[in-house]
């Protein structure tokens, strides 16, 4: 059992925690499960709104130390609206 | 809802040949945890292969280190509902996610691993983080 993964089909990002960045002032921080047609799906999201005034760093640094807190259980973002991916660990560093 | 228990028995059995104590029950959970003295590794398990196929390996590496927890116990998430659910309440600052581990001494926790530092990374460089982790928080002062 040690060392399966239930999911070798999948996308390269499929089960980890990405930054994804939009266009917008919208940063999501979740679960990536996949990518089509339609844009980004993913898990568990958080979201950073930069128009809230607060540190987007200061949000990172947080969801690292104490985890996501999500606001939505399942989310698609629409590929049109993705910037850039990146693993939250990375974002981080 | 919950998954088959012949499928998961073989991720319990990883965890228990290593000599964490699984805890399946809110009073289990009390027990370990309402009034924890010393040093403590609880590991929330789970049936995610992406995280957890990696997670189960590092631990059994880091407890082959010089310091260690003096006890670790494990709740399985998406299995044992309201044993994870009632173990998760002692580190509520921290949004839950599995797997993952806490580090906890004397009823405090001191260090905390999430799902997302253990995601595609190889059991040794986990382990590594675990051992050094130990050493910070469990190691005897000088």
């Known amino acids: 059992m040690s060392g399966r993964v239930f999911h070798q089909d999948r996308h390269e990002l499929h089960g980890i925690t990405v930054v994804l960045e939009t266009h917008s002032s919208k940063v999501y921080v979740g679960r990536f499960d996949s990518q089509d047609e339609r844009g980004v799906h993913m898990h568990d999201v958080g979201v950073y709104d930069a128009a809230a005034g607060t540190s987007k760093a200061d949000f990172l640094r947080r969801c690292d130390k104490f985890g996501i807190m999500p606001q939505h259980k399942d989310l698609l973002v629409p590929t049109a609206e993705v910037s850039a991916i990146e693993r939250l660990v990375d974002a981080v560093r | ?142």
């Open chain 2, 1 to 142: 809802m919950p998954y088959n228990p012949a499928l998961v028995a073989p991720m319990r059995g990883e965890m228990t040949n290593m000599g964490a104590r699984e805890l399946t029950s809110v009073a289990e959970v009390d027990a370990a945890l309402g009034d924890q003295k010393g040093t403590m590794l609880v590991f929330i398990n789970s049936v995610c292969g992406c995280a957890a196929g990696n997670a189960r390996p590092a631990l059994r590496l880091a407890l082959q280190h010089g310091v260690k927890p003096q006890q670790v116990v494990t709740v399985f998430a998406g299995q044992d509902l309201d044993a994870t659910a009632r173990a998760r309440q002692y580190f509520a600052e921290y949004q839950p996610s599995s797997p993952s581990v806490a580090l906890l001494r004397d009823g405090e926790v001191v260090h905390f691993v999430h799902r997302h530092q253990i995601e595609g990374r190889p059991p040794q460089a986990i382990a590594a983080d675990l051992t050094a982790a130990f050493d910070r928080h469990f190691g005897v002062a000088v």
